[in-house]
């Protein structure tokens, strides 16, 4: 280890001293850049980085008890002591610089300073688990030799004595020459000492080094040194980048967006060359040097003070991943799940009900009835109820919905506007909002998977069947997070090494039938099974079936795309199983209101452009005779003309032109079928239910005086949305995620073929049976 | 490498409670590199705590699950006693 000179303490603040163990050894030091200046928190998949930025910033990332939650960087701003802006970049976990996932390699490009949108952190802050100091260690020694100053973060310090361990931050201090912070960050303590520790103007570099193994020291010299006169690289970014070419075999893969001169790529061929002739493993021989150096300092800093048997942990791990009983509790969880999106949402809905009713009498004794001011009351009281009260996302709503359109009757003559307000406004985005409470129960079942661990664990479990279809388990945990939402499940694929892997996923994710799909399915059952009289089992297990049947789908074409163009290797898995942990109710809270925000203001705003946009089409050119039936100017409209055209194509399915405006427009988004089918079916404003909607769906009839919503007909419908493409999000972030408009084309092709040749299949294999 | 003085076998065979030392990683490079990185290299004890199909260890004082054709590319020794 190179000897280090000895400290001083004038990065200190004299009116306020720092503890020793932060105020640190004084040896070479680094004054930061007049600019604000930038802090990176890097570490290890789920040790903690995001709980600590959010504590930091003030800022709510996302955060789970599971590896691979960060998938891009997140940027914010904290203070210092004296009251300096900082900014911190919160980075996705990483094993090691030599990266192999699009996560990995943000991490990396951003702490070489290759992101042309992000400036190269001035310091570098290592998060690391207490727990598993050792492997967390690794990917400290390979930032230690980038040479920046440095902060490490002992986090998880409360779990250590439970893992039977006594860490000593003093010791891990002295030896790595950095500030040594002792942190629990989800208890917020050692967020002070941090700040303390990042508000020092000038901070110890690394007086810790390791010697690169005797016959690789040339080889990285020489890279070194091609890096930095034919590349361009500073001489310590140069070094390490030499150990990463040297680590990883891929040069592309470790070049990433800057590749290598013609110069360098030559001098790491020619040892190649010679690596090869000799046979000698010159990666396995830095990562075990580095390991070897690792060992000996945990060796100072950890003592063991427990048994290291199997423990509770282990037991219940043998359960759940390697047991029968494991797909019995999956199996539990699931359907738990569904049962509770029915039964539990009646009692949300109930009390929404009574709130509300009380609301609007509240409203209507306070305010003067009938005249415009009242019209813009109430609709302040929407806006605010939609945009302002999204932190209660059940309160209020329907209430107000039904107590605006009561207001726009009473103050509107009869006519279009009043018409275009009730029908087409509240119609539309009421029908939609009433879905809440059961979306927010499924948020709340997927936040606590995440928040407990057992997301990890069922991953593990799914990883047999995954691999029948050439995937791996840890492909399951977007998929399991496309049922909350497909975009951030695509995103999480960033976490898959094997690019083909990772595309399979992505075109495969939309399958999973996602929150949005939710008023469709419920707006259907209803249809369908109407009535208390029918259990909530029942329903449930309709709905299950529908969640099932994309689960197949998805697999089935998983199996498909890997036995033909995306042909590979069956995957090898290694998944890292975060700790129990009691789930964090207030991070799941927090995660349900930022989801229900989401969706209101989506309710809000594209919900409500479509309703506007699709009653203006029912509603014009307006029929010659004005004592025409409803049906009669629908059908005279614009929206009729389009979906006469449009009809052909999607009868043998079942469908009338009505339905092919909903699945029309639901392209932008799928709950937009529910709103289109309340502006179509002029059904107005929210009674709390799904009931006019429903009975209006009911009586829905053919021009011969046929049932339209025939039970085979719901079920074809629900069909189609289980496999249709009915996301323009999804297609964008698609592209995004692929760089390319090739892939989200063919998943549109694709997922809209599949669902009309299901859904074909299904309502004429019902016609023939009798149905 | 020295010869061991104790079976090899794929870690997928160790049997679920026994420890034993890596000696030796077969199979994809990339893989290779990874899981030396993660701290399961050459000389790194796994105590294998429950499956065959899908191997449950603990490595360094993290748990792993690793699936059957990872584990059967790592070979180990079965050691024995468990070191403490």
Known sequence: ?771 | MSASPFPLIPLCQLPAGETGRILRLTGDEGFCQRIREMGCGEAALVTKLSGTTMSLCRVRGMRLALNHRAAIGILVEHLPLAPR
């Open chain 1, 1 to 771: 280890m190179a000897a280090a000179p000895r400290p001083g303490s004038e990065g200190a603040d004299p009116a306020l001293p720092l503890p020793a163990h932060i105020a640190g050894p004084p040896g070479r030091r680094r004054t930061p850049p007049e600019r604000m200046p930038v802090y990176a928190l890097v570490g290890n998949p789920n040790c903690g980085k995001t709980t600590l930025f959010n504590a930091l910033t003030g800022l709510r990332q996302k955060v789970g008890n599971y590896p691979g939650v960060t998938v891009e960087k997140k940027v914010g701003e904290t203070y210092s002591q004296h009251g300096h802006a900082m900014r911190v970049i919160d980075l996705p976990g990483a094993y090691s610089l030599a990266a192999r996932s699009p996560d990995e390699a943000v991490t990396r490009d951003v702490l070489l300073g290759r992101r042309a949108d992000t400036p190269q952190p001035d310091r570098i802050i290592c998060v690391v688990d207490a727990c598993n100091l050792e492997r967390c260690l690794y990917f400290v020694h390979q930032i230690l030799d980038l040479g920046r100053p440095v902060i490490v973060v002992l986090n998880m310090m409360d779990l250590t004595a439970r893992a039977g361990l006594e860490v000593r931050p003093a010791e891990l201090e002295e030896a790595l020459g950095v500030p040594v912070i002792s942190c629990a960050a989800v208890q917020g303590r050692g967020v002070v000492e941090l700040r303390l520790a990042m508000s020092r103007r000038e901070l110890p570099l690394a007086r810790h080094s390791w010697t690169v193994p005797a016959p690789i020291a040339p080889v990285v010299a020489e890279l070194q040194a091609s890096l930095v006169a034919a590349d361009g690289r500073p001489p310590l970014i140069a070094r390490a980048e030499a150990l990463l070419l040297l680590t990883d075999q891929d040069s592309v893969r470790v070049a990433g967006s800057t590749p290598l001169s013609a110069v360098t790529g030559a001098v790491l061929e020619n040892w190649r060359r010679r690596w090869t002739g000799q046979g000698t493993d010159w990666s396995g021989t830095l990562i075990k040097a580095r390991y070897e150096v690792i060992h000996g300092l945990c060796r100072e800093v950890i003592r063991r003070t427990g048994d290291c048997g199997p423990s509770l942990a282990d037991r219940a791990d043998a359960l759940l991943v390697n047991s029968g009983w494991g797909w019995l509790a999956f199996a539990a969880v699931m359907a738990v799940m569904f049962y509770a999106i029915f039964a539990l949402a009646e009692y949300p809905m109930n009390l929404i009900d009574g709130v509300m009713a009380d609301l609007a009498d509240r409203v209507k004794d306070a305010m003067e009835p009938g005249d415009l001011q009242n019209l813009v009351t109430s609709g302040m009281i929407m806006f605010y109820a939609i945009f302002a009260l999204a932190e209660y996302p059940m309160n209020l709503i329907d209430g107000v919905m039904a107590d605006l359109a009561d207001r726009v009757k009473d103050a509107m003559e009869p006519g279009d506007l009043q018409n275009l307000v009730t029908s087409g406004m509240i119609g539309g985005m009421g029908g939609v909002v009433i879905f809440l409470p059961q979306i927010l129960i499924l948020f709340l079942f997927v936040g606590l998977l995440e928040s407990t661990g057992y997301m990890a664990r069922a991953a593990a479990l799914m990883d047999r069947p995954m691999s029948r279809v050439g995937l791996h388990g840890k492909s399951f945990i977007p998929l399991l997070g496309s049922y909350a939402c497909a975009i951030p499940g695509i995103m999480a694929t960033r976490t898959i090494e094997n690019a083909k892997d990772r595309l399979v996923t992505i075109l495969v994710a939309p399958l999973m039938s996602c929150s949005a799909r939710l008023p469709v399915y419920l707006l259907m059952i209803a249809t369908l099974l109407p009535g208390d009289a029918v259990p909530a089992a029942t329903k449930a297990g309709l709905m299950f079936l529908m969640y099932a049947l994309g689960t197949a789908g998805a697999f089935g074409f998983a199996w498909l795309f890997k036995r033909t163009f995306l042909r590979g290797d069956p995957p090898l898995m290694i998944l890292e199983l975060p700790p129990y942990q009691p789930p964090h109710f207030g991070e799941i809270l927090r995660q349900m209101l930022e989801r229900a925000w989401l969706f209101l203001k989506n309710a809000g705003t594209i919900i409500l452009a479509i309703s506007i946009v699709l009653w203006f089409l029912s509603t014009y050119p307006k029929h010659p005779d004005p004592a025409a039936s409803p049906e009669v100017q629908i059908a005279h409209s614009f929206a009729g003309e389009a979906g006469r055209a449009l009809e052909p194509l999607i009868q043998p399915l079942g469908f009338d032109w009505r339905i092919g405006i909903g699945l029309v427009t639901s392209f932008a988004a799928r709950e937009v079928f529910v709103s289109s089918m309340g502006v179509i079916f002029g059904v107005e404003g929210a009674e709390g239910d799904t009931a006019p909607l429903r009975d209006a769906l009911r009586a829905a009839q053919w021009p011969d005086g046929a049932p339209l919503f025939t039970p085979l007909v719901c079920l074809a419908l629900m069909v189609y949305y289980v496999f249709a493409m009915q996301c323009m999000s999804t297609v964008a972030v698609v592209k995004r995620e692929t760089n390319s408009w090739r892939w989200p084309l063919f998943q549109l092709a694709y997922l809209t073929g599949t669902a009309w040749v299901v859904t074909f299949l299904v309502y004429q294999s019902g016609r023939l049976l009798g149905f």
